[in-house]
């Protein structure tokens, strides 16, 4: 069922829930939500899918196992229920696919350094603005180059899929007299400030020698904030 296909009504039911859910410290699947609203079980999670495509909902934790994981209604969303007025669903802005392969060449170098990068990083080394940033992740993915495999905190790690990888072949190769400027970047895993070489690199060496880092899929590190 698409995005289309669903009524305002049921649009906005779905998102006033999740509102409420989130006011109260609820946590409760789509299935449950939709059970409570009377629609049918399977209604729920394509319902939760509409409301992320449309940036209404963001994710703050992924579901694992039996546990539903978390969302939280955004502030486009928040803006939704107080006017209940549904725009009309934004077509996706394409991005070249140079851009693209640029973007690519950043993720892979960034996984070849044992680290991810997130969008806003993306948008800030490809010289464009951090929200541009995060629309050309959103292309890989959809492009099927890279994947989300878990997560640091709040900041998804991304690999290169075997289309990535075929895709790099076309990549523009990065300059050979390009040199890494060092700047204090805030270690993902940690939350302490270290010498970073680029987007990229977003852990700090410290952090990467621990057993803990090189044993697990860094799903249960997280960053403290200050």
């Known amino acids: 069922m698409s995005v289309r296909q669903y009524t305002e009504a049921n649009l906005l039911r779905m998102l006033r829930a999740y509102a409420d859910a989130e006011a109260a410290g609820e946590t409760l699947s789509a299935i ?10 399977s209604t729920g999670p394509n319902l939760r899918r509409a409301l992320l495509g449309r940036s209404w909902l963001e994710i703050i934790e992924p579901p694992r196992g039996s546990w539903p994981g978390r969302v939280r209604v ?8 107080k006017t209940g007025v549904v725009p009309p669903l934004a077509q996706p802005v394409p991005h070249s696919r140079a851009k693209a392969l640029r973007a690519l060449r950043l993720v892979a170098d960034a996984e070849a ?16 603005s951090e929200l541009h940033g995060v629309e ?33 072949v076309d990549a523009p190769p990065p300059q050979q007299d390009q040199r ?12 302490e400030d270290f010498a970073s070489e680029g987007p990229g690199n977003r852990v700090c060496r410290s952090c990467k020698d621990t057993v803990d880092y090189q044993s697990s899929q860094m799903t249960s590190h997280v960053v403290r904030l200050r």
């Open 113 to 128: 350094a044992g680290s991810t990068i997130n969008g806003h990083d993306l948008g800030t080394a490809l010289g464009h």
């Open 180 to 191: 890494h400027t060092l700047r204090q970047r805030r270690c993902l895993c940690c939350g």
């Open 74 to 81: 955004t502030p486009d969303g928040q803006t939704t229920l």
């Open 32 to 41: 449950a939500l939709a059970a409570r609203l009377g629609l049918a079980d």
């Open 136 to 168: 050309i992740r959103a292309d890989l993915i959809k492009r099927g180059w890279v994947v989300v495999v878990g997560w640091i905190g709040n900041t998804s790690i991304l690999r290169l899929t075997a289309l990535g990888r075929d895709a790099l």
